[in-house]
């Protein structure tokens, strides 16, 4: 059957089972001989993904490619579907003779349809609402104290004031501590005293600026 198959296409009959193999079920590898678009598929591996065998026609996307006659690079990782709604991953290789003139393409299509389930299934699984993700647990363990959950806290609401506490003013501070109230720091016994000490004020200041807050909300 290969006869009066060009010898570069030759050479790269074994290579459709090879690829194929390597990659699994899902993958389909097509190799075709332009001559005669109407029956270019000269080998073929796992052909149920497009239900397609040796001696069938070249797809709309080859007859698209030749139509272009732009053989110049090859097309790497675009997108198809197959007529019942299978989305495959698709590459072109263009195969050309010792003068340069297009010959045959070797052709791969993964079926990436089962992957995409799962893709968008991670996807929703994983989802995080960052209205609600406002203070990293980095760092954390199962070893960490409920002070090592504060001051990570008061720490990170220090880093995006943006300058040293030195430099904060006093509407810099209460607004640290709105912030921090927000996040239900006041809630564990000691933050009072512990805000305090890092803000360089009096636990009487930190009550202060709570009753402040209050006031306003």
């Known amino acids: 059957m290969y006869e009066d198959l060009h010898p570069v296409l030759k050479n790269m009959v074994h290579l459709v089972e090879g690829i194929a193999n390597t990659f699994g079920k899902n993958c389909e590898v097509v190799l075709h001989d332009v001559r005669n678009p109407d029956k270019s598929i000269v080998a073929i591996a796992n052909g149920h993904v497009t239900n397609r065998i040796v001696g069938g026609p070249m797809s709309e996307y080859g007859l698209a490619d030749l139509r272009k006659g732009n053989f110049d690079n090859n ?3 675009y997108l198809k579907k197959t007529k019942d709604g299978r989305v495959l991953k698709s590459t072109s290789m263009y195969i050309k003779d010792e003068q340069g003139i297009l010959i045959g393409f ?6 990436i349809s089962e992957f995409t389930v799962m893709k968008n299934l991670i996807s929703e699984i994983t989802y995080i609402n960052d209205e609600y993700n406002v203070v990293s647990a980095e ?3 199962s070893e960490d104290t409920i002070n090592d959950v504060l001051a990570r806290i008061v720490d990170k609401m220090l880093e995006s004031m943006g300058k040293p506490v030195a430099f ?8 640290v ?3 921090l109230e927000g996040q239900g720091v006041f809630l564990v016994k000691g933050a009072i005293d512990y805000v305090a000490k890092v803000l360089c004020v009096s636990r009487y200041t930190i009550y202060n600026y709570l009753d402040e807050i209050r006031v306003e909300i």
């Open 75 to 77: 097309k790497v990782n």
């Open 106 to 111: 070797l052709c791969i299509n993964f079926d």
């Open 139 to 141: 760092g954390s363990g």
């Open 168 to 175: 904060l003013s006093k509407e810099d501070k209460v607004h």
């Open 177 to 179: 501590v709105q912030l």
